[in-house]
């Protein structure tokens, strides 16, 4: 492989992009109008206008990408992280025309792609399921019939969804027609396809997802497992790895459970399994993605293993260099996304210009952002600005590093999630280790960030006050009769 065109943008195009330099491969990278001078267009080799701002006539548009990639003699396409990345159309029409697509095979995105037909196919594996019904419904009678079963409250949640939409939680059988209804033409407009189906409702689960790698000659391995249960509106904000509650025990069973997953679709490259944690620890399967996942950099960090080089290496059809007794986690890893939201007004977009900006730096540090001071936030696209990551020996060491990388991250001129992110990692309940999913709405209001930016502010205040008496006794000049200096300087 020469030369890869990354089909994305931002801070993942960019992070794509390190990787395949420094394995000394050519790099193309596609931009919309709205990005022809972004960060990751003035990083690559080449770069190609796909067209206009919206995302269905640039970063959306397959057809056209293959086109470019096949002009410029590409020989394969990373796909990052959403926009086509989990199209297993888009797989088929770079591997028709010729073209490696990193990632797995039409076939394994198109089986995991949908719910229901993951669990088809995991099925025969003795993997844990939450218990509900495997096919998809939109019969009211037969719906209430199966919620009666296995009991209230119970999650309606669409086939081919994700991010949340689609999902309706219903507590009791009054609710469950009018929610269907929504849950079906939610998941209609989003996704193309009203499928949904209906499972128990887990009621204080924690989410935990495996990460794997496989080869193309069936060796497959885990890379142990990342927390990501601080989430709003059914969408990550803060990962780390490993989880603070899973014993080695668990840990294995979730790794050989998420291994034979991906043996069930004959998966390749690099993927992740997301597993339900109950309070019990008892774990359920919710469904496989299969890509490179936003929060991937808390895995590198405690593997010591770039899973981009990987997914070329595999790709390009090399056999895994090691086996799952070579790997072990090393220290703690925390994430941090930034984005440009604000968690002040229920975490709506924030658009404008990067007036200020300006990174943290130090040791067990880690900043995989696209954006520079001045740029805009456009209002486009995901508004993640970055991603934030420490490392420590410990979860401690790593949690004091993501305090203080929170308080030297300066931006100004949009609001961001770095005030909810600081209010994560100092609140009891993340540093004890005693959360679940339902963080946000047990704990979090905009009401106690406010008060906190105040106390911020008076600390601030004070600090600043306290330096300049002291600054005005130390400089103090002395008295001398004889002297007219002052005069003169009058």
Known sequence: MKKILVANRGEIALRIMRTIKRMGIKTVA???????????????DEAVCLGPAPSNQSYLNGEKIIAEA????????????????????????????????????PEAIRIMGSKLAAKDCVKNYNIPMVPGIDKAITDVALAKETAVQIGFPILIKASAGGGGKGMRVVEKESELEEQMERAISEATSAFGDGSVFIEKYVGSPRHI??????????NTVHLFERECSIQRR?????????????????????????????KSCQYTGVGTVEFLLDEQLNFYFLEMNTRLQVEHPVTEMITGIDL??????????ETLSFKQEDLQIKGHALELRIYAEDPLNDFLPSV??????????GEGVRLDDGYEKGMEIPIYYDPMIAKLVTFGQDRNEALQKMKTAIKDYKIEGVATTLPFGDFVFNHEAFISGHFDTHFVKNYYSPDLIREQLKKKA?????????????????????????????????
């Open 209 to 218: 997802e495996i990460q794997v790698l496989a080869d193309n000659e069936g």
């Open 308 to 317: 981009v080089e990987e997914q070329i290496k595999v790709a390009r059809g």
């Open 458 to 490: 008076k600390i601030a205040v004070l600090s600043a006050l306290k330096y300049y008496l002291e600054e005005k006794n130390t400089l103090k000049s002395i008295e001398n009769p004889s002297s007219n200096w002052k005069s003169r300087l009058a």
């Open 30 to 44: 596609v931009f919309s109008e709205a990005d022809r001078h972004a960060p990751h267009v003035l990083f690559a």
């Open 70 to 105: 096949q002009k410029l003699g590409v020989d394969g396409i990373h796909p990052g992280y959403g926009f086509l990345s989990e199209n297993a159309g888009f797989a088929q029409l770079a591997t028709d025309a010729g073209i490696t697509f990193i990632g797995p095979t």
């Open 352 to 361: 404008g210009t990067l007036s200020t900006y300006e990174r943290p730096t």
């Open 234 to 262: 059914h969408q990550k904000v803060v990962e780390e790895a490993p989880s603070s509650v899973l014993t080695p025990e668990i840990r294995q069973q979730m790794g050989e459970a998420a291994v034979l997953v991906a």
